[in-house]
């Protein structure tokens, strides 16, 4: 069973795709998958809760879009590094 905490962090990486997409960085979910490193399979298995992503994914999520690690971690802050 999963943790409270890598619960929140779970649904923070599923916001963040949601984010990026409002912010016209991605276009689609296949895009989003591709540049995580997350299979696109698997983005339906993260949304049900059956598969938790991966520190790789939550690494290449921040480096490749600028997204805060602290935001991604604590849910505090912004959702971009350097803002």
Not at 10 to 25: G, H, I, M, N, T
Not at 55 to 77: A, E, P, R
Request: glycine share 6%; aromatic share 16%.
């Amino acid at each position: 069973m999963r943790s409270q905490q890598r619960l929140e962090i779970d649904k923070r990486f599923l916001k963040a795709y949601r984010l990026l997409y409002a912010d016209e960085k991605v276009r689609m979910k296949k895009d989003f998958c591709e540049a995580t490193g997350l299979l696109p399979q698997n983005f339906s298995m993260l949304e049900r809760g059956d598969l938790s992503c991966t520190v790789d994914n939550i690494y290449n999520l921040c480096t490749k879009f600028g997204v805060s690690i602290y935001w991604i971690f604590f849910g505090k802050g912004e959702f971009y590094a350097n803002e």
